[in-house]
């Protein structure tokens, strides 16, 4: 029988993702579950984009130019000035998703064998795509103690190698939902020139800042403009997670030239998803201020309720729409299908992410969970019920 290829082998699991059968298992059973696994919010997508779906008046759904549909990137270049990131149509490249416009990024910057810095706990899929392109994660841990802030500079610097090639960040973040500051930026571009590497800028999150917090994007660095690769998406920023849309943008003529080229290979992004992307720019600021207002109390409920079961300990994020808790278990793994197959609470549970498929150091964060707070203020009240009623008879509890 035909083998399966080294890098099948090496390909994670989704720790976001891997649950699910053991999710659909207890709903058969009759096991209310709420979902906190999966960033995927509760809140409407903007009527302007269903809209734009719906008064599709094409008589054939063509491919589009691989970069994406002008007028959208045109489009796009415009919502960017009124963040102050100053770009042209021609420095965006839209992808399926942000996951694509990664990938883009990966292959175009690095050869197979070198390495990118990440920040630890980053986004589980990073090591997905890391080998799919073949390159290395080298981790930087940072430490729920702090919050998640910025690991010491020192830290990354003596990570780099001749194979480094780029430093990832999200911010926001996910996991975490630390919100980077000005100033841990500016560490980063100073490490970017003295070693003249990429700084790639998961900013997916733009919107979701909370307690007057402003986010500073890593295209307002001076001096790096070369340098810096922006990934964006609507995922998040419209609740529209299933059309497939993000961008890469760049500065750097040669970086897109080349990333253009995978573009190409691909042939183009889905069209209905770039036509609902171009029409929800149009979205009110009034649908920004509500969904904002909406997640800092969710935020709220999470971490305050968290903070209050013993043993636990939940730092509270200024960013995006997670935490990551810090649990009495032994192993998250085992206590995020334990949660599914062998508890209910009055007929209910709760469905988490392991927080250890979102470091790459062996044995981190097992004693930590993803939390999403996309359910709405009464569902996450009762989960949070749920969860300390769970903590309270898990057989696997260190305290």
């Known amino acids: 029988m035909p083998g399966i290829s080294s890098k099948g082998r090496m390909m994670p699991e989704s720790p976001i993702r891997k649950l699910v059968p053991y999710a659909e298992a207890a709903k058969k059973r009759g096991v209310k579950v709420f979902h906190l696994n999966i960033g995927q919010p509760d809140i409407h997508t903007p009527e302007v984009a269903l809209n734009a779906i719906r008064n599709f008046s094409g008589k054939v759904v063509e491919y589009s130019h691989s970069a994406g549909i002008p007028s959208y990137r045109v489009k796009l270049a415009d919502y960017y000035k009124k963040h102050d990131i100053h770009i042209t149509a021609d420095d965006i490249i839209i992808g399926a998703g942000a996951s694509e416009a990664i990938l883009f990024a990966f292959q175009t910057i690095m050869d197979p064998g070198d390495e990118v810095i990440i920040p ?3 986004y589980a899929n990073y090591n997905g795509f890391a080998i799919n392109a073949g390159v290395k994660v080298i981790p930087i841990v940072s430490s729920i103690e702090s919050g998640f802030a910025l690991p010491p500079i020192a830290d990354f610097e003596k990570s780099i190698t001749p194979k480094t090639k780029a430093i ?3 911010n926001p973040n996910n996991p975490t939902g630390y919100l980077y500051s000005e100033e841990e930026l500016e560490t980063l571009r100073q490490l970017v020139l003295k070693y003249d590497l990429y700084l790639i800028a998961d900013e997916v999150y733009r919107e979701f800042c909370y307690d007057g917090s402003k986010h500073y994007s890593c295209m307002h660095l001076k001096g790096i403009e070369e340098n810096v690769i922006l990934i964006d998406s609507v995922s998040k920023r419209y609740s529209a ?9 760049s500065k750097n003529k040669e970086v897109m030239r080349t990333a253009l ?3 190409q290979a691909r042939l183009s992004p889905p069209s209905f998803g770039q036509i609902a992307a171009e029409a929800a720019i149009e ?5 920004f201020e509500e ?3 909406e997640y800092y ?8 309720a968290i903070n ?3 043993g636990s300990f939940c730092p509270t994020p200024k960013g995006a729409f997670y935490v990551v808790a810090k649990l009495p278990i032994d192993d998250s793994d085992v206590f995020c299908q334990w949660l599914l197959e062998g508890f209910n609470f009055e007929g209910q549970t709760v469905m988490l992410a392991p927080a250890s498929g979102f470091y790459s150091t062996p044995g981190k964060g097992k004693d930590e969970v993803r939390i999403s707070y996309v359910l709405k203020v009464e569902d996450l009240k009762q989960s949070m019920v749920v969860l300390e009623q769970a903590l309270k008879v898990y057989p696997g509890r260190t305290i």
């Not at 997670?241 to 943008?249: A, H, L, P, S």
């Not at 979205?283 to 649908?287: E, V």
């Not at 109390?297 to 305050?304: A, S």
């Open 168 to 170: 990832l960040v999200c």
């Open 291 to 293: 969904v904002i207002q």
């Open 120 to 122: 630890e706990p980053f």
């Open 241 to 249: 997670c299933g059309v497939r849309i993000g961008c890469m943008i």
């Open 308 to 310: 209050k079961m013993e």
């Open 261 to 263: 080229k995978f573009a």
């Open 297 to 304: 109390q969710r935020r709220n409920v999470v971490v305050e």
């Open 283 to 287: 979205t009110p600021d009034s649908y």
